[in-house]
């Protein structure tokens, strides 16, 4: 089963006349505007996806302090570089603006540090410095790649899981709609579960209807907020489940 929907991938958001600004766009808006904007876009995709990059830099070997505390270098400094002013619409989607920042940076981070220049003056002389360098902000290795865009994925599922379960209500029947979800363990029975909540079985099956709705709908605008055009919605979401599910995205 997909993760995303039932059958096709299928995004409401490409049925609306216009696509809405999101903070990606915000950012992007922001090179050529110049206003406060594009900054508090970009520190709220930066707080949102701060997560998948601790995972990512743990996957790397690093504890769990080290990666927080260079998580925290990290966006800090980018918030303040210069290097967020080169976003555009033309350079496609946050994920990858934010692995190509981060992977030019940390080997620079890493040397500046050795000679003591400490924690976020050091990730921001490395920013500042790539953002001079000019060119495009890609992640060299594959291997990285899909490290950083499986942990990537794993936070868009876990967003739009706190996004459901904070407009839901209802604690225990959150647990039990959750295991009808792809992510989610073994389905229960229908049966078992209706008697569990006390409903009727058809009046579970359209609440378990309804809930996979929801979800779904709470990844595409997840996802919606981190790319520049409607189009990207759909691409990302099959890109993103095939990083999960696809065995051909396993790294060596």
């Known amino acids: 089963m997909s993760l995303w929907a039932e059958n096709d991938v299928r995004c409401s958001l490409l049925s609306k006349p216009m696509f809405p600004d999101t903070p990606w766009t915000l950012v992007a808006a922001a090179t050529l505007n110049g206003d406060s904007l594009g900054k508090r876009a970009l520190e709220s995709l930066c707080q949102a996806y701060w997560p998948a990059v601790v995972n990512f830099l743990r996957g790397r070997g690093l504890c769990m302090e080290e990666s927080e505390d260079l998580a925290q270098d990290f966006f800090s400094a980018l918030v303040e570089s210069r290097l967020w002013h080169r976003a555009d619409q033309a350079r496609g ?13 940390l080997s620079k981070h890493v040397r500046y540090q050795q000679a003591a220049k400490r924690g976020k003056n050091a990730m921001l002389i490395a920013l500042d410095e790539l953002a001079d360098q000019g060119g495009e902000l890609a992640a060299e290795d594959e291997n990285e790649r899909l490290r950083f865009d499986r942990a990537w994925a794993e936070r868009v ?13 209802d604690d225990r029947e959150l647990a039990t ?3 009808f979800l792809p992510m989610g363990e073994d389905a229960p029975a229908y049966e078992a579960a209706a008697n569990e909540l006390g409903c009727t079985l058809p009046a579970l099956k359209l609440r378990v209807h309804r809930f996979r709705q929801r979800f779904r709908e709470h990844i595409e605008s997840e996802v919606a907020r981190t790319v520049s055009e409607p189009h990207e919605v ?4 099959r890109y993103l489940e095939r990083v999960l599910l696809d065995p051909g995205f396993e790294m060596k």
């Open 177 to 179: 709609l959750q295991r």
């Open 234 to 237: 759909a691409e990302e979401l």
């Open 157 to 169: 599922l876990e967003r739009a899981m706190e996004r459901l379960a904070a407009e839901w209500g």
């Open 93 to 105: 989607r946050f994920r990858s603006f934010l692995l190509g920042a981060l992977m030019r940076t």
